[in-house]
């Protein structure tokens, strides 16, 4: 699960029962703060990238993208994009161009 919010301390939503999901395993928690003083900043999209090879090759997985339409959502695609190419994806991004459900086989 990706979360990405400006700082931790004011707008993480969901913080303690998210971290609570984490420990009892049900999802693997990764965050992006964009407003860390002396750090800098990252958002959810940089992490996606990160976790390319990861994210993009469990049969079966879901993914769902929850945030800001207006910015957000763009920037995420494109890292999905890119980093389908990145992985000789591309039938993925052809198939969901045409509506179909997405499958390796």
Not at 30 to 59: C, E, G, W, Y
Request: aromatic share 8%; with cysteine; charged share 25%.
């Amino acid at each position: 699960m990706y979360f990405g919010c400006r700082t931790p301390d004011t707008d993480f939503l969901y913080r303690e029962e998210l971290e609570q999901a984490e420990k009892e395993g049900h999802v693997t928690l990764h965050t992006a703060f964009s407003r860390i003083k002396d750090k800098p900043k990252t958002h959810v999209q940089h992490l996606m990238k990160q976790d390319a090879s990861q994210l993009l090759l469990h049969n079966g997985a879901h993914l769902y993208i929850c945030g800001d339409g207006s910015q957000m959502a763009s920037d995420v695609e494109i890292a999905l994009l890119e980093s389908l190419k990145e992985y000789n994806l591309s039938w993925l991004i052809q198939k969901q161009a045409l509506g179909c459900q997405a499958s390796a086989g």
